[in-house]
């Protein structure tokens, strides 16, 4: 059974950092692009990046670019969300995502609280 | 950037009736020179994260029953729900996965009427 869970969320102040992980279990981990997708509060959903399945190749919505690095561990079966510079704006569930023809594979998500 | 453009922002069906949903990119997603346009829909229930039901357009994700269909190409595209069931109800995002940003559309709620 294919699984993607999520970890990292938390609470943090303005301008803090956090990182968020994601592990892989039940398929190649490695043989896979992966993603991750935010949603706010009561809002919809947000493609935030991209990581292609050697880790050579990433993209990202301009709003995170320079703040926020995706990376990936094949031989763990993770891929991580290194999150700088946090804004009130970030504040949302993370979800960590595999891609086929779609994205058909989602973690429950992990909440990251941007708040003073 | 490519923007997706989701129409109607929520929809109210009976039981059993036709649900329609559309979805509009402002550029042609197909895939380089691939045939294929790539845009997939999602149905969210809530405090659930987003499932697969369709992608290419048109081909249906393993295990979603097959009231739900897709169509359309170029930047026009449609997901049918043939006889809305309760189990339906949910919100329903469009997505393009042709060029990053990977962009979805704002999201229709469909309801019972």
């Known amino acids: 059974e294919v699984q993607l869970v999520e970890s990292g969320g938390g609470l943090v102040q303005p301008g803090g950092s956090l990182r968020l992980s994601c592990v892989g279990s039940?398929?190649?981990?490695?043989?896979?692009?992966m993603h991750w997708v935010r949603q706010a509060p009561g809002k919809g959903l947000e493609w935030v990046s991209h990581?292609?399945?050697?880790?050579?190749?990433?993209t990202y919505v301009d709003s995170v670019k320079g703040r926020f690095t995706i990376s990936r561990d094949n031989a763990r079966n993770k891929v991580y969300l290194q999150m700088n510079s946090l804004r009130a704006e970030d504040t949302a569930v993370y979800y960590c995502?595999?891609?086929?023809?779609?994205?058909?594979?989602w973690g429950q998500g992990t909440l990251v609280t941007v708040s003073s | 950037d490519i923007v997706m453009t989701q129409s109607p922002d929520s929809l109210a069906v009976s039981l059993g009736e036709r649900a329609t949903i559309n979805c509009k990119s402002s550029?042609?997603?197909?895939?380089?020179?691939?045939?294929?346009?790539?845009l997939s829909w999602y149905q969210q229930k809530p405090g659930q994260p987003p499932k697969l039901l369709i992608y290419?357009?048109?081909t249906r994700e393993s295990g979603v029953p097959d009231r739900f269909s897709g169509s359309g190409s170029g930047t026009d595209f449609t997901l049918t729900i043939s006889s809305l069931q309760a189990e339906d109800v949910a919100v329903y995002y469009c997505?393009?996965?042709?060029?990053?940003?990977?962009?979805f559309g704002g999201g229709t709620r469909v309801e019972i009427k």
């Open positions: 039940g398929f190649t981990f490695s043989g896979y692009w």
């Open positions: 990581i292609n399945t050697g880790g050579d190749s990433t």
């Open positions: 290419w357009a048109s």
């Open positions: 550029q042609n997603v197909l895939y380089n020179s691939n045939t294929r346009s790539h």
């Open positions: 995502v595999r891609s086929r023809g779609g994205f058909d594979y």
């Open positions: 997505q393009q996965f042709s060029s990053s940003p990977y962009t």
